[in-house]
T-cell receptor, first 111, second 113 residues
């Protein structure tokens, strides 16, 4: 079935470090791909998305490129801040209008 | 002008009680969902409604009963609460169809004691 696999956390970084969170998806159809972020005590917010192969989604300094050849959608940021500490979820559509999420990766950024 | 709002934010109750969580969206979406997030942050779809009709009902105990009085509301009623029901429950909405993003409420943290 449709699934998403992302790296386990927590990922612990110092401020201004480079971030990569890996995400791969099952290649059924040509899904849009999403990254959501969940800050402590809050709901999920859409961070960025890409709708077709080679698209790059970007927002708030985060980027992810839809790679069909490697079925990947890795999240990157060149310089993380303490305020980026959150749980990040990769997601893809599954069935009728629903999203299947990866297990989430917690990011902890220290000053 | 909250897009997806759910109440209450926190709910502490005893085993065996019945409780409800309410959800409303003002985005004009025709599809609404309930997701459950466990203590390890894993998110799992419970129900999906489109235009007040049940579309998806994952393997959820029948103690959980969603109700959609109109397109903008999707409530979740839980009977005979058990310790294992403790989790964060998220309501979400989206436009109908695949490849559309979902908008989430703030979540309801349910604790059964």
């Amino acid at each position: 079935g449709d699934s998403v696999t992302q790296m386990e956390g927590p990922v612990t970084l110092s401020e201004e470090a480079f971030l990569t969170i890996n995400c791969t998806y099952t290649a059924t159809g040509y899904p849009s791909l999403f990254w959501y972020v969940q800050y402590p005590g809050e709901g999920l917010q859409l961070l960025l998305k890409a709708t077709k192969a080679d698209d790059k989604g970007s927002n708030k300094g985060f980027e992810a490129t839809y790679r069909k050849e490697t079925t990947s959608f890795h999240l990157e940021k060149g310089s993380v801040q303490v305020s980026d500490s959150a749980v990040y979820f990769c997601a893809r559509p599954s069935g009728y209008s629903t999203l299947t999420f990866g297990k989430g990766t917690m990011l902890l950024v220290s000053p | 002008d909250t897009a997806v709002s759910q109440t209450p934010k926190y709910l502490v109750t005893q085993m065996g009680n019945d409780k409800s969580i309410k959800c409303e969206q003002n985005l004009g979406h025709d599809t609404m969902y309930w997701y459950k997030q466990d203590s390890k942050k894993f998110l799992k779809i419970m129900f999906s409604y489109n235009n007040k009709e049940l579309i998806i009902n994952e393997t959820v105990p029948n103690r959980f009963s969603p109700k959609s009085p109109d397109k903008a509301h999707l409530n979740l009623h839980i009977n005979s609460l058990e310790l294992g029901d403790s989790a964060v429950y998220f309501c979400a909405s989206s436009q109908q169809g695949q490849n559309t993003e979902a908008f989430f409420g703030q979540g309801t943290r349910l604790t059964v004691v």
